[in-house]
DNA sequence: CGCAATTCCATTGACGCCCAAATTTTCCCA
DNA sequence: TGGGAAAATTTGGGCGTCAATGGAATTGCG
């Protein structure tokens, strides 16, 4: 078979996405670009919505993203993994206060209608310069919503950081971390 | 089969493949191309579609490659490389989120369908510019997607910096690309 | 009573999936 | 060693289903 488990059922892309099954791999994967129609309305990729069908979470769970212009959506995945972040510091540090009021304090449940679209709110939308167009990218346990513009630039500074980092650790030992397969001319 | 023998037998071959011994050596082996038809859809070559199979992953796990314009594909053994990398950030830090961004972000998950093919994303296509016709080159536990041209350049490089290295290295062993068993002209 | 927000319904167009034909490649036999 | 038959792949299409959209109806609130 090619891709079932999801009760929805693929994907599509209007505006230039890839595809997408989100059932198991373990969360959200791949990025979607999708316009707010009249009423502000925007449909969650079908992929995602499967991912959060099988979380359980019923509405969206949203709150600003801490280190960039955009937003952190998710369903109990997300909220385990703030809740383990917060049980991590002192109950009444300073830091902890910090994260709480930021991720706790400003976050939003959004309701999803029954196509699977929710309606950012005017803070949000703010927040992450959302217009007319937004982009969703998937990060595994949670998903985030960005203006396209600023999604690609973010972007293109994410894969320059990791290019560095990889080059760093490639120094380290020549044998990649990967086990698996044993390669043979696998030259690049 | 044409020609045996050198798991690399790059040259141009219109579209077809060289030497497609791509049988059980755990991994993807040796180059091919094809053409997309007139929905977009690309045949993955059989002996990677074994390996595919072998490997478990249902559809074909894809994301830009960092350091080339090419697609790197593949399954389980590709995606554990990425998620062991991320494994070892805390889900909270930038650092962590920059590298989702730009592995998770960037992926996607295409599904297969009955025959082997697969419909490339547009915005996959666009990065790595392909148009009509795109290469497969095997590198071990996964392998790549190249626009010929592109690819073939790339290789030029390759080998031209290969052999600047080779001899720095000075002797040692003949060449390695020149394997012992003499192939007559392995197609080009 | 009017405006607005929400829900439901219908249409459009992709995309997933299946079936069938044309080539190409492999293997076997003369 | 060449030819030929069989099998496997690679192509091309067609059809059905589902997601994305847009608009209309209903309900709640100001």
Redesign the pocket.
């Known amino acids: ?4 488990g ?10 230039g ?1 890839p ?1 997408g099954w989100g059932w198991g791999v373990d969360g959200f994967v791949s990025h ?1 670009t ?2 707010l ?3 502000g ?7 995602f ?2 991912v959060l069908a099988r979380d359980g979470f019923d509405g969206l769970y949203v709150h600003p993203s801490l280190d960039v212009e955009a937003l952190d959506c998710g369903g109990h995945a997300l909220l385990r993994e703030i809740h383990d972040l917060l049980g991590k510091l002192s109950p009444y540090s300073e830091e902890r206060d910090l994260f709480s009021t930021a991720l706790i304090g400003t976050s939003e449940i959004l ?1 999803v ?5 929710v ?1 950012l709110s005017e803070s949000a939308k703010a927040y992450a310069g959302i217009a007319t167009e937004v982009t969703f990218v998937g990060h595994g346990f949670k998903f985030q919503i960005w203006e396209p513009g600023r999604f690609l630039a973010h972007l293109a500074e994410a894969r320059s950081q990791l290019r560095d980092f990889r080059k760093q650790l490639s120094s380290r030992h020549v044998a990649p971390d990967t086990p698996p397969p044993r390669q043979h001319g696998a030259r690049e």
Chains 1, 2 share one sequence.
């Not at 309305?41 to 992929?47: D, E, K, L, N, Q």
């Open positions: 078979m090619v891709c079932r999801a009760p929805v059922a693929f994907a599509r892309q209007a505006r996405n595809c979607y999708s316009r129609d009249a009423k309305r925007v449909s969650i990729p079908a992929p919505r499967a309701k209608d029954t196509e699977g679209r309606i």
